[in-house]
């Protein structure tokens, strides 16, 4: 099983980018798909982007849609979220996650290991 460790979250200021670093030690990595959850303040987690094992298939939450970039370097063992034009409803908690079996898809239930998350701050 794999352990994830989030990083590159921060302060930016709205319209400003930043992208995220989800580091998986552990072997297999190549063999999960991996999606982003991102929980803001007093909300629910919800959906941000998913990505299978090979990286050919990708998925996005309609608030993120043109604006964010799912990819993975499987020899990195690294997934990675790409955030431009950041808004200040993106502020949240992001969180990385992988799924052992199945096609990544908008259900965290669905995931079966999870990060600890990495802050992310949007200011007006």
């Known amino acids: 099983q794999v352990e994830l460790v989030e990083s590159g979250g921060g302060l930016v200021q709205a319209g400003g980018s930043l992208r995220l670093s989800c580091s998986a030690s552990?072997?297999?990595?190549?063999?999960?798909?991996m999606g982003w959850f991102r929980q803001g303040p007093g909300q629910e987690r919800e959906f941000v982007a998913a990505i299978s094992w090979s990286g050919g298939s990708t998925s996005y939450a309609d608030s993120v849609k043109g604006r964010f970039t799912i990819s993975r370097d499987n020899a990195k063992n690294t997934m990675y979220l790409q955030m431009n034009s950041l808004k200040l409803e993106d502020t949240a908690v992001y969180y990385c996650a992988a799924k052992r079996s199945g096609s990544p898809n908008r259900m965290g239930a669905t995931y079966d290991v999870w990060g600890q998350g990495t802050q992310v701050t949007v200011s007006s």
């Open positions: 552990g072997r297999s990595f190549s063999m999960y798909g």
